[in-house]
């Protein structure tokens, strides 16, 4: 991929990446340096998020965060996008992640829906608003009720479009209606990601922009390939997702990121183990991970 051209160059396709832990069970930042190597240069990424919820964002601490994104920023922010998760359930928490990002030198901020308090569309508003206005980077917005168990509405949505700095959704509401109805009234320049690899090539049919992907880590080749040629050959990008949908299962098959990181330790990187409340998967939940892995030719390639 060419050089990374600017703040609101994100790309079609971004990985929410996972955080590998070593023996000890601190972050491995050798090997999160690599996972990001090998997601831009032979997993065609136009960009990473860090500090999602695919990276086990509740169980890390600040230090840890920051350092993470110093990290990525550092192996590959000359050449692809690096947005950073700093919201959380408490406004004024993700405020100051925003701004300590933002002094970084992250090139986004992603906000999801504040899990638990339930606000409702009023405090949603006044959530993303607050924060988005303490920094000048551009902001991502994520909605996804189905862990939040809040939604994110069309008509809270445009009007925060409105704001100038609040450019993009990462959608993963589950419905495709809903999903039809942001990219058909959100204003030009305004960016609709899937938030849910299984939904991608739908979502594009609708006018969708790209992906922020779990898949993308072992599978980021294919899934380029599938959202490049969805205008021009719609039947090929058919068939990549066709190819990949058992994978897409699979890695959703047990509590995410339990699956994609037992996935990408296949290939060779030290990144299986996980941070309770999350536990490592038993020979029966990894028996079908492993057989489509090799199905697709994917394990120990990166080894």
Request: proline content about 7%; charged content about 20%; some cysteine.
């Amino acid at each position: 991929m060419g050089a990374f051209n600017g703040p609101k160059d994100w790309g079609r396709l971004l990985t929410a990446m996972m955080t590998p832990f070593d023996q000890d069970g601190g972050v491995n930042y050798a090997e999160v340096a690599r996972i990001a190597s090998f997601l831009v240069d032979e997993q065609k990424n136009d960009g990473i998020v860090v500090n999602g919820t695919t990276g086990e964002s509740p169980t890390l601490e600040e230090n840890e965060k920051l350092h993470i994104l110093e990290t990525v920023l550092e192996t590959v922010g000359s050449k692809a996008a690096v947005i950073f998760g700093a919201g959380s359930y408490n406004t004024k928490e993700s405020i100051h992640m925003t701004r300590e990002a933002s002094r970084i030198g992250a090139h986004g901020i992603m906000l999801v829906n504040p899990y638990y308090n339930k606000p409702g569309q009023t405090g949603l508003f006044a959530h993303f608003e607050a924060i988005a206005a303490e920094t000048s980077l551009p902001v991502m917005l994520y909605n996804i009720q189905p862990r939040s168990s809040i939604n994110l509405e069309t008509p809270t949505l445009l009007r925060l479009a409105q704001k100038p700095n609040i450019v993009a959704v990462k959608e993963a509401s589950g419905s495709l209606p809903q999903i039809s109805d942001v990219c058909g009234s959100t204003p030009p320049g305004f960016r609709v990601y899937s938030g849910d690899d299984a939904l991608t090539l739908p979502i594009l049919s609708v006018g969708g922009y790209g992906l922020v992907s779990v898949a993308a880590h072992v599978a980021g080749a294919e899934l380029k390939q599938m959202i490049e040629a969805f205008e021009t050959d719609p039947a090929l990008a058919r068939r990549v997702h066709l190819r990949l949908a058992p994978l897409f299962k699979a890695l959703f098959s047990y509590p995410s990121p339990v699956p994609v990181k037992y996935a990408l330790s296949l290939m060779g990187f030290d990144c299986r183990r996980v941070r309770l409340p999350l536990v490592e998967m038993g020979p029966a939940e990894i028996e079908p991970i492993e057989r489509i892995m090799r199905e697709l030719g994917k394990v120990g390639v990166a080894a």
